[in-house]
């Protein structure tokens, strides 16, 4: 089934989420990212991207290896990361090093990798100082596209329900303790996400209808909920 996408002038804000139901997932996803890719390097120069962890993204990602050129203009950041070094199975870097950057010709500075193995407080920081120097004088970063996933209890990045994370308004990437795995994961917070010019949910994955139900009648109290581009789109990718 094609995809219905809804034709937008840029930055013309949604009131309402674009909730996008596909039976061809994987593709679809791709022609959304490769639309905001050629939409961004032709009205910026680059293509600010954020990439979501977990499992959801990864035959994206792969799928996106095929994309046809001017990697050289694309600047992938990380919506989170876990705890862990680079080669850590858990790491969301790996993921999307296998999935990715190991296959297509990317400059390593374009490739804004979060410090997993630090301190989780240098390594928060550390990502924050970066963003502000790639800010190109901005008063926040402005990704193009921010992909996020959507976990059954309603989390996403690492904003995960009853943490510290949810409330802060200062900062744009901090140190998240999540007590129901017991360590902490660096996130992006609502004040950069909400920054985006346009934020997508992929969820393919079954046992999330309820939460998507919630989240979609406006009265959800889920983390995900709370994900509103200030001047920006809000998409919700579905797999049908
Ligand atoms: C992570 C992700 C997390 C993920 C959701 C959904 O680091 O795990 O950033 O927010 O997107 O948990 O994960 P799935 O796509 O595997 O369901």
Redesign the pocket.
Known sequence: MLAIFCARAPDVKLMTPEIIHSKNFVNDAVAMIEREADIAIFERGEFRLAL??????RPVYEALAKHRDAWGKWVFTF????CVPPESAES?FRMAKEALFDKVPIPTENILRVRGEADPADAAREYEDTLRQRAGGQSIYRHDLLL????DDG????LFPETDALTVTDRWVVENFVPKFNTH?ITMTYPLLNAARHVCF?VN?KGKDEVLKEVFSGHSAFPCASVRPTEGNLTWFLGA
């Open positions: 979501s962890g977990g499992n959801t993204p919506g989170d990361e876990r969301n996020l996933g959507m976990g989390h996403t990045a690492s994961r992929l994955s």
